[in-house]
C-alpha cells in the first residue's frame, strides 16, 4: 500500500460513515456499503465530495481506484487517471 492510497483510507474511515467497510484490495480502495445505497446518488456526487475531501492532503497525488460496492452492483471511479485510463473507451 502506498501512502497516498493510506491516506485515503485514513480519510474516508474517519469520516465514520455507518456501515461502511473500507480497505484496501492492491493498489485500490474498496468500500462495501449497505445493500440499500444508492449507488447513482453515490457516483453523481463523488467527483465533488473527493475534491473537498481532498484538500487535507499534501502528498503527490497518484492515480487510485475506488471501487463501490452495495451488495447487488458496483462502480469504479479512478481518481487522477493514467494516459492508459483515458484511452481505454
Not at 474511515?13 to 449507488?39: F, G, R, T
Not at 465533488?48 to 492515480?63: G, M, V, W
Request: charged share 25%; glycine share 2%.
Amino acid at each position: 500500500m502506498n501512502a497516498y492510497q493510506q491516506k485515503w483510507i485514513d480519510i474516508l474511515q474517519a469520516a465514520s460513515i455507518k456501515d461502511w467497510d473500507i480497505k484496501a484490495v492492491d493498489n485500490d480502495i474498496y468500500i462495501e456499503m449497505p445493500h440499500v445505497s444508492d449507488l447513482k446518488l453515490i457516483r453523481d456526487n463523488l467527483p465533488s465530495t473527493l475534491a473537498a475531501l481532498s484538500l487535507d492532503i499534501e502528498l503527490p497525488h497518484e492515480r487510485l481506484k475506488f471501487i463501490f460496492h452495495n451488495g447487488y452492483e458496483n462502480f469504479e471511479y479512478v481518481l487522477n487517471p493514467s494516459a492508459d485510463d483515458l484511452n481505454k473507451e
